[in-house]
């Protein structure tokens, strides 16, 4: 790519000037004195309060502490598995029902998809638990599930309808029925302008599965909190969140790489590869000519 492609300005972005070039090198440089101050102020406290000292991190070489930290991310990758299945299944139906040529079906899929929406997955987590007695990891896993499901089926819905609308007439022309057209030609192309965002919604997932601790679900976080409540000094959530925000983060940001790799190769042009024309022969003569 060209350093004039790279400057081309967009409906969302002017090419900045000199003026504007110089005003956003002396921003950038001040946000990052900015941040620096900030990471050193911390890093200070830290230091300043002891949280360094051996003492404080001698607990997580224990074998039963080690054991519980990997219980709790073994379960949080367990609920994050099952709701991430599950959305990606509840999402294709409820988008399926929007697409729907028949209305009542439409405004069905359309209500579900709005009130999950706009319902708080916490609330829905709740009332599940305590309102229908279910087990924490159903209880957690369905208030995923709804919710990140109702974001995907609008993800999915964009997303076939964002091919345009040339392949769909072209497939009915051939005859082909509306199943046929969804799965053999919509499908596959809105496929690859939707799986960041299929992705990036379920990095959503992975975090919201923290919120498992506050009904007793045994994950990661819920892991932290069962050791720092159990160590004898003084600020032991300090050591356990330095533990396992990484963790967390770690995560998160593999499947964030892993949607900025599928988002750039999907900008790539596909290459075709060249297929084999045969040669045409003469046709034999119609009747009755010599």
């Known amino acids: 790519m060209t350093a004039t492609s790279e400057q081309e300005p967009s409906a969302l972005y002017d090419v900045p000037g000199p003026k504007a070039r110089k005003r956003h090198r002396i921003f950038g440089v001040l946000a990052t004195l900015a941040i620096a101050a900030i990471l050193g102020w911390i890093l200070y406290l830290l230091f300043d309060t002891d949280q360094f000292t051996t003492a404080k991190w001698r607990p997580f070489a224990y074998t039963g502490i080690q054991e519980l930290l990997l219980r709790g991310l073994g379960n949080t990758l367990k609920a994050f598995a099952y709701a991430s299945l599950l959305s990606l299944v509840l999402g294709g139906v409820l988008a399926v029902g929007r697409l729907s040529d028949h209305r009542p079906v439409r405004w069905v899929a359309t209500v579900i998809v709005e009130f999950f929406r706009a319902m708080p997955v916490l609330v829905m987590i709740f009332f599940v638990f305590v309102a229908l007695q279910v087990q924490a990891l159903p209880a957690l ?61 379920l990095v959503v997932a992975l975090k919201d599965t923290s919120l498992g601790y506050l009904i007793t679900y045994e994950e990661f976080l819920h892991a932290g909190k069962l050791i720092a409540s159990n160590l004898d000094y003084d600020l032991p959530f300090i050591p356990v969140v330095m533990v396992i925000s990484p963790i967390y983060i770690g995560m998160c940001m593999l499947l964030s790489w892993f949607a900025q790799w599928v988002s750039r190769r999907q ?24």
């Open 141 to 201: 896993v369905t208030g995923l599930t709804l919710y990140n499901g109702s974001v995907l089926a609008e993800v999915f819905r964009s997303g076939v309808n964002s091919v345009d609308k040339g392949q769909r007439e072209a497939a009915y022309a051939l005859g082909m029925r509306k199943t046929q057209v969804m799965v053999q030609v919509l499908a596959p192309q809105a496929l690859r302008a939707m799986l960041p965002a299929i992705i990036s919604q």
């Open 267 to 290: 900008r790539r042009n596909p290459k075709a590869k060249a297929a084999a024309v045969t040669r045409a022969e003469p046709g034999g003569l119609l009747p009755g000519e010599r």
